[in-house]
């Protein structure tokens, strides 16, 4: 993906390269960052993660590509100069893009014509003509942006085949124009944008927390659709498939599938599948391996003399601060309360 960012008066910013050494690295899937100046490109190769603070905007900006169809963008700047922010990747391939501010608001205008926004009053999903738009970011304020990509075969799929009347001109073949679906900004779709920073995650748990709310988002910003049998009784083929789902997630706590793998090989869509975990279960397929690991993280704590740090990264935590508290949180008590050193 390539982005550019350019002062209101279009201006080409020139320092680019000194700020960018400073940034963090490369992405996994190549994403390039230009910073382009009059005399030509300069390009910046960075990973999952960019920091920019070059006297215009402080900035960190994140692209993961969560699974096949499916990618997600966190944004937070302080603004301190008007910029026109423009991400373009060059894809043919039809994508469902949807924006929700958390903080502040962000002008949105389309190659083709069409200005929208996001702020504290207004969320959309938005399918573009081009894939080239404008983010104009005015000065002076905190900026808390999460958005998220999905592949329309991808959102057919979610639906299972039944989208929602207002979403179909965003999944249609061709268009001739852009799209744009605006929502209210919800409480709802405020919090599930936050959720999407995870700060207390990471690695495969985060995909799979990133999957779900990606879920909710769009089941929330598509409010009103029509029910259908989803949130009916599961047939027996279905229960077995939920069952067996469930025993691949929990076979390695360390690299579990993501949901879209899990519902591949089960054979049913993302959304029967997370259905029929909380039918089942009681709980996400996110909240089902959460509580196995946790509960094995028990059983070794109070039996084993194993430090506490190898305990965490054995049930699937790299950070152990991450596991105390996720820990703390479900059972009351920090994990040091339940060691064995701690009952002798």
């Known amino acids: 993906m390539v982005f550019r960012y350019f002062q209101h008066d279009r201006r080409l910013l020139d320092r680019g390269i ?34 920019i603070d ?13 699974g096949p169809g ?9 603004v301190h100069k008007d910029l026109t922010v423009q991400p373009a990747d060059g894809e043919a391939d039809i994508w469902l893009n ?9 002008d949105i205008h389309l190659s083709d014509g069409p200005k929208t926004h996001v702020g504290p ?5 938005f399918r573009p003509l081009v894939r080239v738009v404008d983010y104009h970011l005015a000065a002076g304020q905190q900026i808390k942006m999460a958005g998220y990509g999905l592949h329309i075969d991808r959102v057919i799929r979610l639906f299972d085949g039944d989208v929602p009347d207002e979403l179909l001109p965003l999944v249609e073949p061709t268009i001739g124009e852009s799209r744009i679906f605006g929502m209210k900004r919800t409480r709802q779709l405020r919090n599930l944008a936050q959720n999407l920073f995870a ?27 029509p029910r259908n049998r989803i949130s009916g009784e599961l047939s027996k083929p279905e229960r077995d498939s939920v069952r067996a789902a469930r025993d691949l997630l929990l076979a390695d706590m360390r690299n579990p599938p993501s949901l879209g793998e899990l519902a591949s090989a089960v054979g049913l869509t993302e959304k029967r599948l997370n259905a029929g975990f909380r039918k089942i279960f009681g709980a996400t397929a996110f909240e089902v391996l959460r509580n196995h690991r946790l509960a094995h ?38 994990p040091g309360r339940h060691t064995r050193h701690e009952k002798l």
């Open 18 to 51: 000194a700020q960018g050494e400073r940034s963090s690295t490369a992405m996994s899937n190549n994403v390039e960052w230009l910073l382009q100046e009059a005399t030509g490109d300069r390009s910046l190769h960075v990973e999952k993660r960019m920091m």
């Open 54 to 66: 070059d006297g215009n905007w402080t900035a960190e900006i994140e692209r993961l590509e969560i």
């Open 70 to 78: 499916l990618r997600v963008f966190l944004a937070t700047a302080d």
């Open 98 to 106: 949807s924006d929700v501010a958390v903080s502040g608001r962000v």
């Open 121 to 125: 009053d207004h969320a959309i999903l």
């Open 199 to 225: 700060p207390g995650l990471n690695g495969p748990l985060r995909t799979l927390f990133m999957e779900g709310t990606i879920l909710q988002l769009l089941a929330a910003q598509a409010a009103g659709r």
């Open 297 to 334: 993280a028990r059983i070794a704590l109070s039996t084993e003399s194993t430090p506490m740090k190898v305990i965490a990264y054995r049930v699937g935590y790299n950070h152990v601060t991450n596991f105390i508290n996720a820990y703390t949180a479900r059972y009351g008590d920090p």
